[in-house]
């Protein structure tokens, strides 16, 4: 199992350009999370899903989007991207059934200029 | 809304000392997850307590769930250059809820 994986690993945008991060998960997790990190910050919460279909906000929603479209991918949209969305964006799985721990993926590292 | 906190942010030690860190709710949580997070890496699950008064034992690490469920601490005995990196707790809201709540961090130097 390749786990959780991310695409991409790096990227350079400029003000106002939009791009797609895309999360797939190969585990049949329902619940899946976008996380963004920044420095002395920890990790706070974008969107969420709790199953096909479904999204919700998290922490930091706003200048985002995100859809499910399946099961295994969670996709993370900018629409217009600012310098304050520069950051490391990682994605994360939960299986269901009473566990709670969560699963990474290796991370993307974002640059908006 | 709800806050855990974390401290120290960060932590230099000697290789062979102990090292603890601690992290606080504002409010009752349904679980205490930490995780590990190498340099220019990402995080690791390594354990979750869900009882009042829990403590769990990963060879020279020890994590603790406070009487209240509001506080945790996890403690390294005798540190190893393997064992650097970012701690991060994570606490569950209400039980049911989907979501963790990510302490700051205490990052981990050891000092061979």
């Known amino acids: 199992n390749a786990g959780v994986t991310q695409t991409p690993k790096f990227r350079v945008l400029k003000t106002g350009q939009s791009m797609t991060l895309l999360c797939a998960q190969d585990?049949?997790?329902?619940?899946m999370y976008w996380y963004r990190q920044d420095p002395g910050m920890g990790l706070r919460l974008i969107h969420y899903?709790?199953?096909?279909?479904?999204?919700a906000k998290g922490e930091v929603p706003d200048g985002y989007n995100v859809s499910r479209l399946k099961k295994q991918n969670f996709l993370l949209g900018l629409e217009s991207a600012a310098p304050s969305q520069t950051s490391v964006y990682f994605c994360?799985?939960?299986?269901?059934?009473?566990?709670?721990?969560?699963?990474f993926g290796p991370g993307t590292r974002l640059t908006v200029t | 809304g709800q806050q855990v906190m974390q401290i120290p942010q960060y932590q230099h030690v000697q290789e062979g000392e102990d090292f603890t860190t601690y992290c606080n709710s504002s409010?009752?949580?349904?679980?205490i997850q930490w995780y590990k997070q190498r340099p220019g890496g990402h995080p690791v699950f390594l354990i979750q307590?869900?009882?009042?008064?829990e403590v769990k034992k990963q060879k020279r690490l020890t994590f603790q769930f406070g009487e209240a469920k509001k506080n945790s601490s996890l403690h390294i005995t005798a540190t190893q250059t393997t064992d650097v990196g970012t701690y991060f707790c994570a606490g569950g809201g209400q039980t049911g809820a989907n979501n963790l709540f990510f302490g700051t961090g205490t990052r981990l130097t050891v000092i061979p």
């Open positions: 994360a799985s939960r299986p269901n059934g009473g566990r709670y721990e969560q699963y």
């Open positions: 307590l869900v009882k009042s008064g």
């Open positions: 409010t009752t949580l349904s679980n």
């Open positions: 899903s709790v199953g096909e279909g479904t999204t």
């Open positions: 585990m049949n997790h329902e619940y």
